[in-house]
């Protein structure tokens, strides 16, 4: 069965720094590139990072270039977003995915960044 359950969420001020996980299992985790998303109240899911299967390319959001990134550790089959200079606009809710296992209509339940002083 498909699970992708996200953690490390949580309060920080504003420049401060915060580290997610996300554990997945129910299919073959290194055959498959893995995203970040986040979801802010009253607005759209808006992809955040990505990186390729084997983790030798990542692409991120223009809003986050230069202090977020995206990692992984296929033996662990985790997927990580270390976010530096943190920003009250990086304040929503993150999520994990996978192409095959977004496209079946599948979603963790995300856990929560807020920046705020």
């Known amino acids: 069965q498909v699970q992708l359950v996200e953690s490390g969420g949580g309060l920080v001020q504003p420049g401060g720094s915060l580290r997610l996980s996300c554990a997945a299992s129910?299919?073959?985790?290194?055959?498959?590139?893995m995203s970040w998303y986040r979801q802010a109240p009253g607005k759209e899911r808006e992809l955040v990072a990505g990186?390729?299967?084997?983790?030798?390319?990542?692409n991120y959001a223009d809003s986050v270039k230069g202090r977020f990134t995206i990692s992984r550790d296929n033996a662990k089959n985790t997927v990580y977003l270390q976010m530096n200079s943190l920003k009250p606009e990086d304040t929503a809710v993150y999520y994990c995915n996978s192409l095959l296992t977004k496209r079946s209509g599948y979603w963790g339940q995300g856990t929560q960044v807020t920046v705020s002083s």
């Open positions: 129910g299919f073959r985790f290194s055959n498959y590139a």
């Open positions: 990186i390729t299967s084997t983790g030798g390319s990542t």
